[in-house]
Structures are given as C-alpha cells and as structure tokens.
C-alpha cells in the first residue's frame, strides 16, 4: 500500500516537473532578442511576415515563428572589376563600397533577394557600373579625372540599386591597373614632357646668359670708349707741349679738347 502511494507521488512530481520545464520552455520560446544594429524578419512557417522586428526583446509564437537577424549597419565589400577605356586600353579596378540595407524594407530584400544579396545583386551592379564609366573616358582621363569617376560610378551604382533595398554611402577606387604597355607609353611620356621642360629651362638660360654677355660686352665698348677719348686728350696735349716754342696762343684745341697752357689763366685774353 504504501510502495503504491509512494510510487504515485513520484510519477506526480515527475509530471509537475515536465510540465514546468515544459512551460518554461513555451515561455522562452514566446520572446527572441534582436541585436542592436539589426531587424528581425518574422517568419511563420517559413512564410516571411510582413514588416521588421526592432532590436531588442520581441515576443514570436513558440514552435510557430521564427526569426531571423539582418545587419542593417554600414558594411563594406570589396571587389575586382575588368573594364575597358574608351581609347579601348584594358583596365583591371579594385573596388571597395560602403553600403546598409535600407532598414525599413529588410524584410522585403530577404523575401525578394535572400541573404546572399552581396553577390546576388551588389558585386554584379558593381562590375556593370565600373564597365559603363570607364567605357567614357580615355586611359589618361581615368587617371586624371578620378574623382570625378568614382562619383560618377557611385551615382550609377546607388541608382540600380536602390529599388533593390541597398543604400551606397561610400565609392572608393582602391586601384586603376593598366596593361603593360600603357604603363610603358605613360612612362616614356612623362619622360619627354621632363626632357622638354629641361630643353626650355636650358633655352632660357642660355638666352638669359647671352643678354648679359651683350650687356657685358657694351659696357666695356663703352669703357674702351670713354679711356680712347682720355688717350687721344692726353695724346694731344701731349703734341701741344712738345710742340709750344712759348709764342703759341693761349688757348689750344676746340670743343671738348680746350687747353691752357701751365701757368696761364684760362680766363685770360691772348696778347695781340
């Protein structure tokens, strides 16, 4: 009787506590958290719900509903794109792009899309984007002009994507990589534009040091001149004194080359 009583007793505390255990397990099962920085997509057998669950404590029905997390943050891929330039040069691009999903239509990305919606939609918009701006320009435009490029390409690429849910916020063109030969001819160029600039700068010196040997070399005339005008003075007074016996006049020369003679006033009047 009382091996009966005790054996009842048990299999009673055995079912209080698989009914608790059990509750509880309703009762965890009845909330899920969404971390922040994501939206949960609601899902009831399999069937995505409409609309998104904000981060933190949500209540789903147990066994029934599920849910699955979206990052909506901003994330960064990066990838490689061949292209060609308008001059028809090929050009290998490393690409890197900030992007979020669009918060408000997570669950409308993940229904139409799926999770693999980076290389479902976004490298591929990427790589048709790269091809169709670079197809504009020359190779030495791509160089030249890149940030108007890469704005270009954001532009394009934010436009295709954004009835796919995606935001862009960032374009970036990590590298421009051309052809083996191109790099060569950029080479040589940039060679002849130095060689030229070196062929002015030695023309303009050497036109610079030709104006001051003519200015040196009219300053010495003019000096010569200047010390052949003192020696021919000198030369003629010189002959007036060799030649002055006492009865010459006073007054010797005209023009610049006026003399007296030692001794005289120059003043003074000749003697009749």
């Given amino acids: 009787m009382n091996t009966t009583v005790s054996g009842k ?17 309703i009762v965890l099962s009845s909330f ?12 009831t057998f399999g069937a995505i719900q409409a609309g ?15 849910v699955q997390n ?37 669950d409308q990305l993940i229904k139409n899309v799926g999770a693999a ?9 990427i790589a048709e984007c790269v091809k169709a701006v670079t197809s504009q320009y020359t190779a030495e435009e ?28 960032s374009f970036n063109i990590l590298d421009f990589g051309f052809s083996e ?18 062929a002015q700068y030695d023309l303009e010196r050497i036109k610079t040091e030709a104006q001051q040997q003519i200015t040196q070399a009219q ?19 010189l002959e007036y004194i060799q030649k002055w016996d006492g009865k010459m006049p006073t007054y010797y020369g005209s023009g610049d080359f006026l003399f007296t003679l030692p001794g005289e006033d120059a003043s003074s009047t000749p003697a009749e």
């Fill in 32 to 43: 899920t958290v969404v971390p922040v920085g994501h939206r949960g997509i609601l899902t």
């Fill in 117 to 125: 919606y980076e290389s479902t939609i976004i490298s591929p918009a």
């Fill in 52 to 66: 998104t669950l904000q981060e933190g404590v949500n209540f789903k029905i147990p066994f029934v509903q599920n």
């Fill in 219 to 237: 300053a010495e005339a003019e000096a010569l001149r200047l010390k052949s005008q003192e020696v021919t003075r000198d030369l003629i007074y």
């Fill in 70 to 106: 979206v990052d909506v943050r901003v994330q960064k891929i990066e990838t490689d794109a061949s292209s060609a330039s308008k001059d028809l040069q090929e050009i290998s691009s490393t690409i890197a792009v900030n992007y979020r999903i669009d918060a408000g239509a997570a």
């Fill in 181 to 198: 030969q191109f790099d060569k001819a950029i080479e040589e160029k940039q060679i002849a534009e130095q060689n030229a600039l070196k």
């Fill in 142 to 169: 791509l160089i030249t002009k890149r940030t108007a490029v890469s704005t270009q390409m954001k532009d394009e690429l934010a436009a295709k994507l954004q009835d796919k849910y995606i935001l862009v916020d």
């Fill in 9 to 25: 007793k048990i299999a009673k505390i055995i079912l209080i506590a698989a009914s608790a255990l059990l509750v509880l397990l």
